[in-house]
């Protein structure tokens, strides 16, 4: 048996560098470290779900025929050339040198490119980019956060070590004692399991967290509020306010209990403004809680590339974005797009049955290592290693720090990477359309 130490888990945006794998020649038998999750990611390399060869579906038909990677990235090709304006999207499970080479291919196709941030994290990226956001390294928080506030997110079911190796339990430089050290509250809805875990659980009405934190702003200023904000009495939000005073190194943890409520990226403008106007009395810090691994490297990439971090269309030649028309579930619903490219996501799992079904009816092509509902209803399906497992690869951490991702087992013999596949496709198409 050989373990392969410093392994970087491919699931959640905690990117947990400390994953310890122990394997048989080329086999996975075991993970030291990883959650449950990360543990099932390295195992799916090597389950019964995996594709293990291209597929072309029939015309008006759930059948699928294999074929070989020439044909499927030659039909791939000639479906984008002759696009007027197809959808890339996806992105977030896959590597920032697979993302370069895809968004080159959307901007030669004039079409639309979008990650899953448009249907979880746009808002933060939307506030972010507007007021910009006071944020740190998890490094930071484990060194000197005393106070932990998960607002809107489940992390005890969502990023599953982000707790024992980050926030809550770790001993830091200046957190010596650990959790002893360092007090968590939780603001949300429901009483979940991250909440069993906090000493504060505040229990806000749904929907409401734009109230709760205007209230809270407004009681850290010495000024009065009525006597129930958002179902949170008074004396409550006092009781909040004066204990975030209190702490030398405050940290705002966030989710989609908070991005994808009524508000949407105004609450994450008055999240950061309540950030700031913390910093009067103490240091304090905001990260969203990332979902896909890289969801914040394709949002990197896109941004340095043309400038924009998701929903980004290049339609009219250049760059343009503006959300709510310009992302994937937005184009879909209008039938704006004539062919998509799905890659590393799920829309099948995670969008509207409209926007599938009209998904179903145009060109598509899905670059999966895994059967999925949205490989199950396209026209071209591809194979692909999967990054941090079989394939070396960067990705952004949910606090914005690039790490490498590790090589692990070798994949399943004539299975290509997506950084392969794209790079075969975008030049086909530059063929195609005569820029060689
Ligand atoms: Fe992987 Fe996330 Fe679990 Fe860490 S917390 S082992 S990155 S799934």
Request: hydrophobic share 35%; aromatic share 8%; with cysteine.
């Amino acid at each position: 048996l050989q373990v392969v130490t410093d392994v970087v888990c491919p699931f959640c945006g905690t990117l947990c560098d400390d994953i310890k794998i122990i394997k048989d020649g080329n086999r996975i038998i075991d993970t030291l470290n990883a959650c449950a999750i990360g543990n099932e990611k390295f195992k799916s390399a090597q389950d019964g779900h995996r594709i293990m060869t291209p597929l072309e579906r029939g015309d008006n038909s759930a059948e699928f025929t294999p074929v070989s990677y020439d044909y499927a990235i030659e039909k791939a090709a000639q479906i984008l050339a002759n696009a007027k304006r197809p959808l890339f999207y996806g992105w977030s499970s896959t590597s920032c040198e697979a993302q370069e080479v895809g968004n080159e291919l959307a901007e030669l196709c004039g079409g639309v490119t979008d990650n899953t941030a448009s249907v979880c994290h746009g808002p933060s990226v939307i506030a972010i980019q507007t007021v910009g956001a006071p944020c740190c390294t998890l490094g930071e928080v484990k060194n000197r956060a005393d106070l932990i506030i998960y607002w809107g997110c489940n992390p005890v079911h969502a990023h599953p070590r982000h707790m024992s190796r980050y926030s809550t339990y770790p001993r830091g430089f200046f957190t010596e004692r650990g959790f002893k050290d360092r007090t968590v509250v939780v603001v949300d809805p429901r009483p979940t399991d991250t909440a069993k875990q906090a000493e504060y659980f505040v229990q806000v009405e749904q929907g409401k967290d734009y109230e709760l934190l205007d209230a809270l702003r407004t009681v850290i200023r010495g000024e009065d509020i009525p006597d129930v904000v958002a179902g949170i009495p008074k004396e409550k939000i006092k009781e909040l306010g004066n204990l975030c005073k209190s702490k030398k190194f405050g940290l705002l943890f966030f989710g989609m209990g908070v991005t994808q409520t009524t508000g949407k990226h105004r609450n994450i403008d008055i999240a950061i403004s309540f950030v700031a106007d913390m910093n009067k009395y103490t240091k304090f810090n905001l990260i969203p809680m990332r979902g896909h691994y890289n969801v914040s490297g394709s949002g990197q990439v896109m941004s340095w590339q043309s400038g924009f971090p998701f929903a980004m269309d290049f339609s009219r030649g250049y760059p343009r974005y503006n959300p709510g028309e310009t992302a994937a579930n937005d184009i879909l619903e209008r039938h704006e797009c004539d062919a998509a490219l799905v890659i590393a996501s799920d829309p099948g799992a995670h969008f509207p049955v409209s926007s599938m079904k009209y998904y179903a009816q145009i060109p598509t092509i899905c670059i999966d290592p895994h059967y999925t509902p949205t490989t199950g209803v396209s026209k071209i399906v591809m194979p692909s290693t999967i990054v941090g497992v079989e394939e070396e690869g960067t990705a952004y951490r949910m606090d914005n720090v690039p790490i490498r991702c590790r090589k692990v087992v070798v994949a399943p013999e004539g299975i290509l990477s997506d950084h392969e596949i794209l790079e075969r496709i975008l030049e086909r198409v530059k063929e195609l359309k005569g820029k060689e």
